[in-house]
């Protein structure tokens, strides 16, 4: 099955600064790779996700950036914020999501003022 | 609409007791899904379900089991619990289409098995 690796497993950066998480995957087949954030005590929500058929997808100050060949995909976060500390989790499907997710172990985000 | 919705959002167990995780969605959706998440593990599915009357295993389905009752609840039962089984459950559902693959979590349910 599908192996989804996510590193670093914390990384604080200060504020204004960017920030990288990356994710490695194992399956050649996964063709959908969304990323969620998870502030503390709640639940994980969608930021943003991308497809195979892209190599790059944008969103505000948020990117995601995926090389099939690598089989790794990476978020970009720029002019980080005290808001954006939370734990983010990468994950991988085949069919587009339309199967179930295999996530990443999760990144600690700490924001330093 | 409520979203995803989860009972209890705290349980304490004794070890070998039983109980069951309710979870209800109102958008609509075909696939639901249970996670476990454990700090350092990230979210590990448990069963999933892609449309009623259908269940899977997921990752680590061993000491559960599921029921989709209907195209709305989809409930998770441990027949005995084990102090392994500490851990936060997270409920999730998803729309079956080519452009929209989101998956809407509900709030958890922190489970402490003593």
């Known amino acids: 099955g599908e192996n989804v690796e996510q590193h670093p497993s914390t990384l604080s950066v200060q504020e204004g600064d960017s920030a990288v998480i990356k994710c490695t995957y194992s399956?050649?087949?996964?063709?959908?790779f969304p990323w969620y954030k998870q502030e503390l005590g709640k639940r994980p929500q969608l930021i943003i996700d991308?497809?195979?058929?892209?190599g790059e997808k944008k969103d505000q100050r948020i990117a995601v950036t995926l090389n099939k060949t690598a089989k790794h995909f990476s978020l970009h976060i720029t002019e980080t914020q005290p808001e954006d500390s939370a734990v983010y989790f990468c994950?991988?499907?085949?069919?587009?999501?339309?199967?179930?997710?295999?996530f990443g172990t999760g990144t600690r985000l700490t924001i330093i003022p | 609409n409520a979203g995803v919705t989860q009972t209890p959002k705290f349980q304490v167990l004794k070890t070998g007791q039983s109980m069951t995780l309710q979870c209800a969605q109102d958008?609509?959706?075909?696939?639901m899904y249970w996670y476990r998440q454990d700090p350092g593990m990230g979210l590990r599915l448990i069963y999933y379900?892609?449309?009623?009357?259908?269940?899977d295993k997921g990752e680590v389905p061993n000491g559960y089991n599921v029921s989709r009752l209907n195209k709305r609840e989809f409930s998770l039962r441990l027949e005995s619990a084990a102090p392994s089984q500490t851990s936060v459950y997270f409920c999730?559902?998803?729309?079956?289409?080519?452009?929209?693959?989101?998956?809407?979590f509900g709030p958890g349910t922190r489970l402490t098995v003593l």
């Open positions: 994950a991988a499907s085949i069919n587009f999501g339309n199967e179930k997710l295999t």
């Open positions: 999730a559902s998803s729309e079956e289409s080519s452009f929209v693959n989101e998956q809407f």
């Open positions: 991308i497809r195979s058929n892209v």
């Open positions: 958008m609509n959706h075909n696939s």
């Open positions: 399956d050649s087949a996964s063709n959908y």
């Open positions: 379900s892609a449309s009623e009357g259908t269940t």
